[in-house]
């Protein structure tokens, strides 16, 4: 299981986007873009234009992680635009089923965001929808928030069901922590089974965006390597073929890996 880094935009300098999502693209796996609609978060950031707009400027995916009150509506134009993983959220979803599909169908992986106050366990038959569970670590809306300890256990319980059901299927799901994420929390989140980090803060509040990245990817995999996953893969297709190709988006930049669970010697 590949260890992947999303460094969140949120944190960038708006003024020059195009810049800042450069200056990571040798270091990261994605781009994360917070998409908030001042309604179902009381914030209010970028919306499709700007996500349009990036995906000419960067060869980075996009990971669109929505934080709106109607993803049903809109969560397939982002997908439809280009972006390379969209993730709707349980509690802003009334057509989760269909909308998850929707977002396959246009070429685009599925991802479903839960909140921290949210369980888990009512969700988890919607694992056969989604290639990626997003966990929030802070509550939604703003970036530089202190990581909340307690979905340390969410992350574990979350990744027991992940590899239940991967046991059954070929297909691998990811998941993603999404707040407080730094070079001070990032191995327990790993420790605990996460496998792509969003990190806003900790990447763009650094004097080198590229470093920061690349010392928090590795944190990351120590800490997995010590919670005992055994990771036999290279780092799958390109980052932009990945954001062109519509069957290279739905497949897992870990493709061909054998992610098993494992003591370490």
């Known amino acids: 299981m590949a260890v992947q880094i999303s460094p969140s935009i949120l944190s960038a300098d708006f003024a020059r986007?195009?810049?800042?999502?450069?200056?990571?693209?040798?270091?990261?796996?994605?781009?994360?873009?917070?998409?908030?609609?001042?309604?179902?978060?009381?914030?209010?950031?970028v919306g499709l234009p700007v996500v349009e707009a990036l995906l000419k400027h960067t060869a980075l995916p996009i990971d669109c992680h929505l934080m709106i009150e109607d993803p049903d509506r809109h969560a397939p134009a982002y997908a439809e635009a280009g972006a390379g993983s969209v993730t709707i959220h349980a509690e802003a979803a009334k057509a989760p089923v269909r909308t998850l599909r929707a977002i396959r169908a246009a070429g685009a992986r599925s991802g479903l965001g839960i909140n921290p106050g949210t369980a888990i366990e009512p969700y988890e038959d919607l694992l056969d929808e989604v290639d990626m569970v997003l966990l929030m670590t802070v509550e939604p809306g703003f970036g530089g928030q202190k990581f909340l300890d307690l979905v340390l256990r969410k992350i574990r319980r979350a990744r027991a069901m992940i590899t239940a059901r991967q046991g059954r299927e070929e297909r691998e799901i990811w998941l993603q922590v999404d707040?407080?994420?730094?070079?001070?929390?990032?191995?327990r989140c790993a420790e605990a089974g996460a496998d792509v980090f969003?990190?806003?803060?900790?990447?763009?509040?650094?004097?080198d965006p590229s470093r920061a990245a690349r010392d928090l990817r590795a944190q990351a995999e120590r800490a997995t390597t010590r919670a005992g996953w055994r990771l036999s893969c290279r780092r799958g297709p390109s980052r932009a073929r990945a954001r062109r190709s519509p069957l290279a988006r739905l497949a897992a930049p870990s493709a061909g890996c054998q992610a098993r669970r494992g003591r370490t010697r």
Request: proline share 2%.
């Open 17 to 45: 986007l195009a810049d800042e999502a450069k200056a990571v693209e040798d270091a990261a796996d994605w781009l994360h873009v917070d998409v908030m609609d001042n309604h179902f978060v009381p914030n209010l950031t």
């Open 179 to 187: 707040g407080g994420v730094s070079d001070e929390t990032i191995e």
């Open 198 to 207: 969003v990190a806003g803060s900790a990447v763009y509040g650094a004097q």
